[in-house]
């Protein structure tokens, strides 16, 4: 199976900030070398920002990370991959999840539901390598390798990486998201975390992956522990930063999506100082 070519790096935002972020933006990220951009934040099945990003940009990819089942229906989702794909071939990758189960009325044990939807995925024509499943646990991993391209983690960390990476093989793709803010001020990012992290502290999935990885109730339980919100939010100098993402491609990963925090007005001055230390200019 042929992996995405997304490039080493993205860059990870909610879809709505990819609606509001002008031509000229979107084009300079383009232009810094950031191979994809991630619109998270469970956008709907008609996914039309999508067309409007690759219609002002030339390289970018756009891959949604991710599209929640439980709220929009496989067919509707695949009539959107089809119009993307004819207008854009592609450039466009359909990232698919599970989601949060505290806000899930009717929520059914993930794997189960995600089979089900990829089986749907399938007969309404979407190939198996350019879709990528969230994937946290074992056997949602394992799953993604068999079903996509391979796995999209969210708020997990290097060595989260390198067990995604035995779990799945060689062959298939890594795309995790870490966050950063790019201050030298320890505690100004760890305030700027703790606030990008609260609702995810309250999200089992979360949780129950970040005690895997070995982190205590103490960490996990709100606000966080210091070595919990360091470990998911890469912060310090540029070249410090740099590191930290470095290291998921050393564990495995094929590609790694950024996330800036520190709002719209900083995203793209944060890429530019980071391009250079990433080896993208």
Do not use: C
């Not at 490039?7 to 509001?20: A, D, I, S």
């Amino acid at each position: 199976m042929t992996n995405p070519t997304l490039g080493t790096f993205g860059v990870f935002g909610l879809f709505e900030q990819w609606k509001q972020l002008t031509a000229a933006q979107l084009r300079d990220i383009d232009a810094l070398g950031y191979g994809a951009i991630w619109g998270g934040g469970s956008p709907s099945a008609e996914l039309d920002w999508v067309d409007s990003v690759l219609e002002t940009t030339e390289k970018l990819q756009v891959a949604t990370g991710i599209v929640n089942i439980w709220a929009s229906a496989a067919g509707p989702v695949a009539e959107s991959f089809h119009r993307i794909e004819a207008a854009h071939p592609g450039r466009f990758l359909l990232g698919i999840g599970a989601g949060h189960p505290e806000l899930v009325a009717e929520y059914k044990k993930p794997y189960h539901a995600l089979t089900e939807y990829l089986d749907k995925l399938d007969g309404y024509g979407v190939p198996k390598e350019r879709r990528i499943v969230a994937a946290l646990g074992p056997q949602v991993l394992k799953l993604s390798a068999r079903r996509s391209a391979g796995a999209h983690p969210y708020l997990t960390t290097p060595e989260h990486t390198a067990q995604a990476r035995g779990l799945v093989g060689p062959d298939a793709f890594i795309a995790p998201a870490h966050k950063v803010v790019l201050t030298t001020d320890a505690e100004q990012a760890r305030t700027v975390a703790r606030e990008a992290l609260g609702i995810y502290l309250k999200g089992t999935n979360y949780v129950n992956n970040w005690k895997r990885l070995g982190f205590t109730d103490t960490d996990v339980t709100t606000p966080g522990s210091d070595a919990l919100i360091d470990a998911l939010v890469a912060h310090g100098s540029t070249d410090a930063v740099a590191a930290r993402l470095n290291e998921h491609l050393a564990a495995g990963a094929n590609h790694v999506a950024v996330q800036v925090l520190t709002g719209p007005d900083q995203l793209v001055p944060t890429l530019t100082e980071l391009a250079g230390p990433l080896g993208l200019s």
